[in-house]
């Protein structure tokens, strides 16, 4: 099963920030926090990745728990080529990489 | 920069026959992952692989055998196919056994399967 728990969905308009939250309350002190999405009839591609701090790159960015119980990832201009379903994951000790049901974002122009 | 190909893009099979899926990457990246993903769900791991010769079970193995004689190689057999096996196939990889965990993963195009 995944360790992460996602809403099933979120909307946006365009051209504002969106917070797509992620909880991993069972994360041990080595797991990397990854996220990706996935565009309709593509495979997934990677977003962003963090262990402990916050991080940025042209993507978007990702906002990290101080007990990193829970992270957000961050897109500061919804476009609507940023619509697809985001994956939060954690790659453990194994690197056994398991994917929830993810969050299906909708942005409306 | 040809990346992580998967092969066939679409195969159509009989309940009872086996099927391999293809999945080639041109990085030499340690870690190859095979998923599934049904119609409007998320991706399940089957099996994935820190090495050549290193495979480990993932979430869904049941009914799939992989191998990885090379490290840029890892396919997906389905021994005898089923009609629940009907699924969308993405393998991934990514780098460095080193660094394992903060390499982000790289996804194929996905292969569309249907078992009849």
């Known amino acids: 099963d995944a360790k992460t728990t996602q809403p099933n969905s979120m909307e946006s308009n365009e051209e504002e920030p969106v917070h797509l939250p992620c909880n991993h309350s069972?994360?041990?002190?080595?797991?990397?926090i990854h996220w990706y999405r996935q565009l309709p009839s593509q495979g997934p591609e990677y977003v962003i990745h963090?262990?402990?701090s916050n991080v940025n790159n042209r993507m978007a960015s990702l906002a990290i728990a101080e007990d990193r119980k829970s992270s957000t990832l961050i897109l500061h201009r919804a476009t609507l080529r940023d619509a697809a379903v985001y994956y939060c994951i954690l790659r453990d000790e194994n690197n056994d990489m398991r994917f929830g049901a993810g969050t299906r974002l909708t942005v409306k122009p | 920069d040809a990346g992580i190909t998967q092969s066939p893009r679409y195969k159509i099979t009989e309940t009872g026959r086996q099927v391999t899926l293809m999945c080639h990457q041109t990085?030499?990246?340690?870690?190859m992952f095979w998923y599934r993903q049904d119609l409007g769900h998320g991706l399940r791991l089957i099996y994935y692989?820190?090495?050549?010769?290193?495979?480990d079970k993932g979430e869904v193995p049941d009914g799939y055998v992989v191998s990885r004689s090379k490290t840029e190689n890892f396919p997906l057999t389905l021994e005898s196919a089923t009609r629940s096996q009907t699924s969308v196939y993405f393998c991934?990889?990514?780098?460095?056994?080193?660094?394992?965990?903060?390499?982000?993963?790289?996804f194929g195009s996905g292969t569309q399967l249907s078992v009849l």
């Open positions: 990085w030499s990246h340690s870690y």
């Open positions: 991934a990889s990514s780098e460095s056994i080193s660094t394992g965990r903060r390499e982000k993963l790289f």
């Open positions: 963090g262990l402990t």
């Open positions: 069972t994360i041990s002190g080595t797991d990397y």
């Open positions: 692989s820190a090495a050549a010769d290193i495979t």
